[in-house]
């Protein structure tokens, strides 16, 4: 076969930049996740760049040509191992630092939606303890029967306590306790989308209509105060996080909502999104039940309120940052 090198450099040069820019930008994500559109132009332009090598090759002249995209394809074939190797396994640093709010960001009409089920609950829990102060009775269930009392004795009660010694020995314990049935909570609320949603909404909206009651309750009896600095340290991350296990539940009640030959699809197609929601889920619940265990049981005169309060507001910017920024890619699609 005659060859015209110059010509053939000419010709296949655009080929070669553009994978060594393919790679170029998998080395600065610090991963090997591609979609699938990227995925099928890396292995075509490894095919392609190879047949170029084979060509190559056959000039004796073109040492420095064949160094080069043997080293392409030696980087290429790298990145196409490990992709198909990750598939396999679970990378804890790129779902903290991608998977998980990527995941959140692609969804936010569902999250929105979690959000609006939830407010709707809070208002009317607050308007109904603020219409009938006897309605929380009814409201609260059994294991919160601590509620049934006034908020002036529920102050009284916490800022007499034996404050240094609250809970003493047995922190890990109760927040062991409370991540365990947090996470539990959060599974349901998720798992009830197989109900077309209708699940998950309920349980949104009776969370809501608890947190309303509670608020409401406290506020009318003038202990906003105390109501920040007990619910802020833990609320702003336990709150947002029960949310987003619902803004799974309605992506996978979506799925199922559709045709059923869109159905198997559409949950083939969310299926990472709707487990990586979760397992962020359960992360953030794992920080809500210690911060509630060691800084929420704590309250005036051993922890100010007004650090507890400050604490609550900077969790929940820097959640705020993480959900909003983290792993984002600039034109990316995912994130339109």
Known sequence: MI???EKFIEKEQPAW????????????????RLNLNESKRLFYLYERVSEDLAKVSTFSGERSIRDYLENLLSRAYSNIYSQKKSKLGFNPFVWLTRGFPVAFRRNMNMFLLACAVTLVGFVFGGVAVAIDGDAKKAIFPEQFGHLHQSPEDRVNSEENSDGPNRLSGAHSTFAAALMTNNIKVSILVLALGVSWGIGTMVVLFYNGVILGAVALDFMLAGQTAFLLGWLMPHGVIEIPAIIIAGQGGFILGSCLLKGRGHRIKSLKEKSDDIIGLIVGVAALLVWAGIV?????????????????????????????????????????PEEV
């Open 292 to 332: 509630e265990s060691f800084i929420s049981q704590f309250h005036e005169p051993v922890l100010p309120y007004s650090v507890k309060i400050a604490f609550g507001c900077i969790e929940f910017a820097a959640l705020v940052v993480y959900l909003g920024w983290c792993g984002r890619k600039k034109n990316s």
């Open 17 to 32: 930049k553009e994978l060594e820019e393919l790679l170029e930008l998998i080395d600065r994500q610090g991963d090997s």
């Open 3 to 5: 060859l015209d090198i």
